[in-house]
């Protein structure tokens, strides 16, 4: 009866096994075959930030002058009603790095769980529509890494760590080493992710259009500056 047991659970590790090789793969066909927003998509900014950096307070501000409209947690909303995967299921996964073992794992005790490659495919579909559909602001995600850069513009926003502590450490009401920890944590979940999924250096000034240091200007003028990169991209 042992012996059957055992054979039994081997049997289950395998097909997830395989299971799991099949979504590993299919991240990188997504990767490969994601579509741009084609000619007369936009426009659309996105918005990569540093924790800390103020990047939802200035999308919110871009957004209004602009009469677009914020994607956030609005893209894990989206993905998961039309997946009909519960959010939290999917924030799981929302830019952080995955490993091989706790993908697995994850298969094995939440079925519903999509896994990275079922995540990563849904992104890339969510996030090319909203830019396809335009007047949007894409806070994060890695939507400057594969949307069409014709018909938007791509900002980093960065800020000094200890700067940064110290915004989340008043906004928060943390402890200074609570919240230099946290920007620490955060930005390395981000790196990672990026790493991961598009094998990009996420502070490569190279993918974006803007990088824009927000202790060194106030946010109504880096909202004007992002602005006015969209008016002459898209003019």
Same mark, same amino acid.
């Given at each position: 009866? @042992? *012996? ?6 081997? /049997?289950?590790?395998?097909? &997830?096994?395989? $299971?799991? =090789?099949? %979504? ?38 871009? @957004? *209004? ?6 994607? /956030?947690?609005?893209?894990? &909303?989206?993905? $998961?009603? =039309?997946? %009909? ?39 890339? *579909? ?110």
């Amino acid at each position: 009866m @042992a *012996r059957k047991e055992r054979d039994v659970n081997l /049997d289950i590790v395998e097909r &997830q096994a395989h $299971a799991w =090789e099949s %979504r590993r793969r299919a991240v990188e066909e997504s990767l490969a075959n994601a579509t741009p927003c084609p000619r007369g998509g936009g426009p659309y900014i996105t918005i990569s930030r540093q924790h800390g950096s103020g990047g939802a307070t200035i999308a919110r501000e871009i @957004a *209004r002058r602009l009469d677009f409209k914020v994607y /956030d947690r609005e893209i894990i &909303q989206q993905i $998961a009603a =039309e997946t %009909r995967v519960a959010a939290p299921l999917i924030e799981r996964r929302d830019e952080r790095a995955t490993t091989a073992l706790d993908d697995f794992l994850a298969g094995l005790v939440i079925p519903q769980d999509p896994g990275e490659a079922g995540f990563i495919t849904e992104l890339f *579909r969510v996030v090319n529509g909203i830019a396809k559909n335009g007047r949007a602001v894409i806070l994060g995600r890695g939507g400057n890494w594969f949307l069409e850069p014709t018909w938007g513009v791509r900002a980093r926003l960065v800020a000094p760590e200890e700067v940064r502590a110290s915004r989340i450490a008043e906004r928060d009401g943390l402890t200074a080493a609570v919240a230099r920890r946290r920007v620490h944590d955060l930005d390395n979940a981000q790196r990672a992710f990026i790493r991961q999924v598009f094998h990009r250096d996420i502070d490569d000034p190279c993918g974006y259009d803007l990088v824009v240091n927000t202790a060194a200007l106030p946010a109504d003028a880096v909202v004007d500056i992002i602005v006015a990169g969209l008016a002459r991209r898209v003019v």
